[in-house]
C-alpha cells in the first residue's frame, strides 16, 4: 500500500525469547502509526515463545507466525525469510528481546518523506533484563568523530554505528543478509555496507526511539569471545572483497581502509 499512509512490515527473528517477546511484540501494537504488518520468523524455539506469539496472532490480524522447519542458529535467515514474505512499502527490524517507543514508526515516516530519504536509524537507550534504563546506546560516539574525517562511506568499515532495530528502510532492491553462520552477530553490518553501497540515502534521526536490551544471553554480547574475533576477520575480508570490485574505488582508498580494519583488529 502506496501514498499517504504506507504499510510497514516488522520483522522479528524468533529464537528462545519467551521471556521478552511479549512486550516486544506490546511495543510494536502500541504504535501511534498503526499500518503495519508484524512477521514473527520463529527459528525452531524450544520454549514457550511460539505458543506466546499464537495468542497474539489469533488477537490481531496484522500478526504473523511463520515457522521455519530447521533451525538456522542466528538471526539473518530468519530476517531474509521476512524481507522474502514482506509486502510493506517499508521494512522495519526488531530483535525478540528489545523495544520501540510508542511513536517510532510515526517519527521515521516523517523524517524519511521530508528528507526523501532510503533508510532511516535512530539513537537508543539501553535497557538490562528487567526493562530498566540503564543509559544511552553510544553507538553514535565514532560515527560523530569520524564524519569530520571520513567519507562517510569509508566510515561504515571501522564502525557499525546502525543499530538494526532502530531502522525503517524502503523496500526496494534490498540486499540480502549474508548467512555465514561465523558471521552471526555481525551479518548487520555486512547488510550496512552492501545498502551504503548501493547508493542509498541514509540518515539518523538522533532521538531514542528504541529501548536496546543488554542481558547476559544477547546474541551480539560476543565483544570478548574468540568466536567474536573470528567473525571481525572474516568480516573484514568480506569487506575488502566489496571495496576491490567497486569500480570507483581506487586502489589507495581500498588499502587505507584495510589498514583501518587492521588496527581495529589489533585493538580488540
Not at 506466546?52 to 490480524?61: A, G, I, S, T
Not at 535467515?77 to 528489545?98: S, T, W
Not at 543488554?214 to 576477520?233: P, V
Request: positive net charge; aromatic residues 12%.
Amino acid at each position: 500500500m502506496t501514498g499517504t499512509n504506507p504499510l510497514v512490515s516488522v520483522i522479528i527473528p524468533l529464537y528462545n525469547a519467551q521471556k521478552y517477546i511479549s512486550e516486544t511484540i506490546e511495543s510494536v501494537i502500541n504504535q501511534t502509526y498503526t499500518n503495519w504488518e508484524l512477521l514473527v520468523v520463529d527459528d525452531c524455539s524450544t520454549d514457550n515463545s511460539r505458543e506466546l506469539v499464537k495468542k497474539f496472532e489469533k488477537q490481531d490480524n496484522r500478526i504473523r507466525l511463520i515457522k521455519l522447519e530447521t533451525n538456522f542458529g542466528g538471526p539473518a535467515k530468519p530476517r531474509n525469510i521476512g524481507i522474502d514474505n514482506a509486502i510493506g512499502e517499508y521494512i522495519a527490524f526488531l530483535d525478540a528481546d528489545d523495544v520501540w517507543l510508542k511513536n517510532k514508526l510515526e517519527k521515521q515516516l516523517h523524517f524519511l518523506k521530508k528528507y526523501n530519504l532510503d533508510m532511516v536509524h535512530t539513537s537508543a537507550y539501553i535497557i538490562d533484563e528487567y526493562s530498566n534504563i540503564q543509559r544511552i546506546f553510544n553507538n553514535q560516539k565514532v560515527f560523530k568523530i569520524l564524519k569530520y574525517i571520513f567519507n562517510e562511506k569509508n566510515i561504515i568499515f571501522y564502525t557499525n554505528y546502525i543499530n538494526i532495530n532502530s531502522v525503517l528502510l524502503k523496500n526496494k532492491n534490498l540486499p540480502s543478509f549474508n548467512e555465514d553462520i561465523h558471521l552471526i552477530a555481525m551479518e548487520d553490518w555486512k547488510f550496512w555496507v552492501d545498502i551504503i553501497f548501493q547508493g542509498k540515502k541514509i540518515a539518523l534521526l538522533d532521538e531514542k526511539l528504541l529501548k536496546y536490551r543488554i542481558h547476559a544471553s544477547s546474541i551480539s554480547q560476543r565483544n570478548s569471545d574468540i568466536g567474536y574475533r573470528k567473525s571481525l576477520y572474516l568480516l573484514s575480508l568480506l569487506f575488502v572483497e566489496d571495496i576491490i570490485t567497486l569500480k570507483h574505488y581506487c586502489l589507495g582508498s581500498s588499502l587505507h581502509i584495510f589498514r583501518i580494519i587492521l588496527k581495529k583488529l589489533r585493538i580488540l
